[in-house]
């Protein structure tokens, strides 16, 4: 986790406080003076959907919520020493069954992250030292669920779950200072991180859908520890290249096998200041991944988390290979208009094997090696994006439209990467009817998403469509059937949202009320494949029909809050 915040911005004149409330949250963020040289800035949210009822939600209201926590305290020591602290605290939690869908569950989840960072400056030349800390823990236990609600009847449930992955980082770097705030023209650092992971649950599932594949128990930590140098130079008026490379390493002082080296090189070229042309090529590694989702998933973005796994043995670190070739140009009226194209290259994934066919509860990792269904595999995207945006006037506006195709190649087979979207438009429009009223619309499309069809088994033995009984069961049963993957795709997003704002003054104290209308065309826009079922009839005879299922999407919703400002 990097975290990032920006500096208070209190000043002498005291607090600034600004506070927002909706219908699905509040929100609140301060900004205070600390003595004469420093000031700290907290922000903090509060989810309030568990206390909405809607027409899905049976006999409970949603039994989630959220709540974060951000801050951070700036202090000058001095002239030239500088301190800042910073720190984040998320949590989610499940409160209750959610009808339909799960049963019998309760837990949490989320991060907390610290970060503090003493700067000097001195003859111009900045020298920092950085200790920072991230962890993300979720934990699941089982309670009694009322058996008697109807609601609760296909419901799935979970199992015992505590997964754990925490970093520890401690860094050095030291610059130059750039002259006029431009970019510092060299740096050197060095780095130590930690990283640790433990898991305690059910063995992670790729498919949709709850399955029992097993239980798994894993642990490991793995420091490493890293250099890294980086120059900028001017060749020419128009013309500036920067340049850097980072080597990682296991070991301290030792030069083996594990070393990795991580070059990058941008160039910029800018014939006139309203047109600026860029090209960059660099390497990254990441010697963590995850893998799929561990305990349970309700929909994108609902669960308690995903089984992580350090590279070691025969376990891969990620690596990526990024091109980027880029401009952007200042036309009249204000529009800024762009156009990219990139390429990368990421090899080291563990994905399911490619290979169509019945599904064992197979781990995905044994130790230090991959399961019997897990494979090593090799992802390339490549793509293009063109986009127009008017910045500043009585009316603001943005058009973007992009191109990827991605590929994952797994076992010398072929096949669309699940996270591509082969086209994506982006529209957004801002009007001021007046000084104090803006009205706005946001419309958003893409492609459908692949997706690798896989259904459970919900059929007599002697359909055909069942597993042979092969004495293999009571080792790795089977679970279900998989197509090819990526082999089919979801129905295009299509989405339009508006919106409206009055800001103005009470008593001297700013405020603001609005209004916003999401998916006002009432769409049905599936957020997720969920599996499919086969209706097999009970006396065995075929074929059997199959039917997708799909999260889903957000209905038509409107939604009215204010905040104010003091």
């Known amino acids: 986790m990097e975290l990032k915040s920006r500096p208070a911005t209190a000043s002498s004149d005291g607090a600034s406080v600004t506070g927002q409330l909706s219908l699905l949250g509040g929100r609140i963020a301060v900004d205070h003076p600390v003595g004469r040289a420093g000031a700290v800035t907290v922000s903090a949210r509060r989810s309030l959907i568990e206390g909405l009822a809607g027409p899905d939600v049976g006999e409970d209201r949603i039994p989630y919520r959220f709540t974060d926590v951000a801050g951070r305290w700036d202090h000058a020591v001095s002239d030239e020493v500088h301190l800042t602290v910073s720190g984040l605290y998320t949590r989610d939690r499940l409160l209750g069954d959610v009808p339909n869908k799960l049963k019998g569950a309760r837990g949490g989840w989320g991060n907390r992250g610290i970060r503090g960072t003493l700067e000097t400056v001195r003859r111009g030349v900045r020298t920092s030292m950085t200790w920072g800390r991230a962890v993300f823990d979720s934990e699941i236990d089982l309670v009694p669920f009322d058996a008697g609600r109807k609601d609760l009847t296909d419901a799935g449930t979970a199992a015992v779950t505590w997964n754990r992955i925490e970093s520890d980082v401690v860094e050095v770097t030291v610059s130059g200072v750039g002259r006029g705030g431009a970019p510092s023209p060299w740096a050197v650092g060095g780095r130590r991180t930690s990283t640790g992971v433990e898991y305690r649950g059910p063995a992670p599932w790729p498919y949709p859908g709850s399955a029992n594949a097993g239980r798994v128990e894993q642990g490991s930590e793995v420091a490493r520890y890293?250099?890294?140098?980086?120059?900028?130079?001017?060749?020419?008026?128009?013309?500036?290249?920067?340049?850097?490379?980072?080597?990682?390493?296991?070991?301290?002082?030792?030069?083996d096998d594990d070393l990795t080296a991580a070059p990058r090189v941008t160039v910029a070229w800018t014939p006139d200041?309203?047109?600026?042309?860029?090209?960059?090529?660099?390497?990254?590694?990441?010697?963590?991944q995850a893998l799929a989702p561990a305990g349970?998933?309700?929909?994108?973005?609902?669960?308690?988390?995903?089984?992580?796994?350090?590279?070691?043995?025969?376990?891969?670190?990620l690596r990526s290979d990024v091109l980027v070739v880029g401009a952007e140009r200042w036309l009249s009226g204000g529009w800024l208009v762009s156009a990219n194209t990139f390429l990368r290259a990421t090899t080291g994934r563990l994905t399911p094997r490619p290979d169509s066919g019945y599904v064992r509860a197979d781990p995905p990792v044994q130790g230090a090696e991959t399961g019997e269904g897990w494979a090593v595999g090799r992802t390339t995207a490549v793509g293009g994006e063109l986009s127009a945006r008017r910045l500043a006037g009585r009316w603001t506006g943005s058009v973007a439209y992009s191109f990827t195709r991605a590929r994952m190649r797994t076992?010398?087979?072929?096949?669309?990467?699940?996270?591509?979207?082969?086209?994506?438009?982006?529209?957004?429009?801002?009007?001021?009817?007046?000084?104090?009223?803006?009205?706005?619309?946001?419309?958003?499309?893409?492609?459908?998403?692949?997706?690798?069809?896989?259904?459970?088994?919900?059929?007599?033995?002697?359909?055909?469509?069942?597993?042979?009984?092969?004495?293999?069961?009571?080792?790795?049963?089977?679970?279900?059937?998989?197509?090819e993957p990526g082999a089919q795709r979801t129905r295009p997003y299509f989405a339009l949202d508006l919106n409206a704002e009055r800001a103005g003054r009470v008593f001297g104290v700013p405020?603001?009320?609005?209004?916003?209308?999401?998916?006002?065309?009432?769409?049905?826009?599936?957020?997720?494949?969920?599996?499919?079922?086969?209706?097999?009839?009970?006396?065995?005879?075929?074929?059997?029909?199959?039917?997708?299922?799909?999260?889903?999407?957000?209905?038509?919703l409107p939604l009215v809050g204010v905040w104010i400002r003091m």
């Open 226 to 255: 890293a250099v890294w140098g980086s120059v900028r130079e001017r060749l020419a008026p128009t013309v500036e290249v920067s340049a850097g490379l980072s080597l990682e390493t296991r070991g301290v002082l030792t030069i």
């Open 273 to 288: 200041p309203d047109l600026r042309v860029t090209a960059g090529a660099g390497r990254h590694h990441q010697y963590e």
């Open 296 to 317: 349970f998933v309700l929909g994108p973005g609902l669960g308690p988390g995903h089984l992580w796994v350090s590279a070691r043995g025969r376990v891969p670190a």
């Open 411 to 483: 076992e010398g087979r072929t096949y669309p990467a699940p996270g591509e979207r082969a086209h994506v438009l982006d529209v957004t429009a801002r009007v001021g009817l007046t000084k104090a009223t803006r009205v706005g619309a946001v419309l958003t499309a893409s492609s459908g998403a692949p997706y690798t069809r896989f259904y459970a088994f919900r059929c007599p033995e002697q359909n055909w469509y069942c597993p042979v009984a092969d004495g293999q069961e009571t080792i790795a049963p089977v679970l279900g059937f998989v197509e």
């Open 511 to 556: 405020y603001g009320v609005y209004v916003q209308l999401r998916n006002v065309l009432g769409r049905d826009n599936p957020s997720a494949y969920l599996g499919s079922i086969l209706d097999c009839a009970d006396d065995g005879s075929g074929p059997c029909p199959l039917t997708d299922r799909f999260e889903e999407g957000l209905p038509f």
